[in-house]
């Protein structure tokens, strides 16, 4: 059975940093993009970062990028978020996805996403 465990999330000050880590069990994802997603309260989920199979390409959403870096262990089935910087406009449930194929497009990425952790949630207190 394949899983996605997030772990990391928490409260934290505007201004501050988080990582959060997904280890995924059940099958290898070294020849997959794995993904973060979030959803805010009273809104729909949203995609925030990806990164291919080997970790040489990566997408960020324009609300994050140059604060959040996402990275991957394929030895260890693992990707992770570093997000600084972090705002109140962060809080949310991250949740992590993998996806069934090694790259793509960014539509062909987010879409391409059939796995997902059940989430961690961020809080970013002003």
């Known amino acids: 059975q394949v899983q996605l465990v997030e772990s990391g999330g928490g409260l934290v000050q505007a201004g501050g940093s988080l990582r959060l880590s997904c280890a995924a069990s059940?099958?290898?994802?070294?020849?997959?993009?794995m993904g973060w997603f979030r959803q805010a309260p009273g809104k729909e989920r949203e995609f925030v970062a990806a990164?291919?199979?080997?970790?040489?390409?990566?997408y960020y959403s324009d609300s994050v990028k140059g604060r959040f870096t996402i990275s991957r262990d394929n030895a260890k089935n693992t990707v992770y978020l570093q997000m600084n910087s972090l705002k109140p406009e962060d809080t949310a449930v991250y949740y992590c996805?993998?996806?069934?194929?090694?790259?793509?497009?960014?539509?062909?990425?987010?879409?391409?996403?059939?796995?997902w952790g059940k989430g961690t949630l961020v809080t970013v207190s002003s």
């Open positions: 996805a993998a996806g069934n194929r090694g790259w793509g497009t960014l539509q062909q990425v987010i879409y391409g996403m059939e796995y």
């Open positions: 059940g099958r290898t994802f070294s020849d997959s993009a």
């Open positions: 990164i291919s199979w080997s970790g040489g390409s990566t």
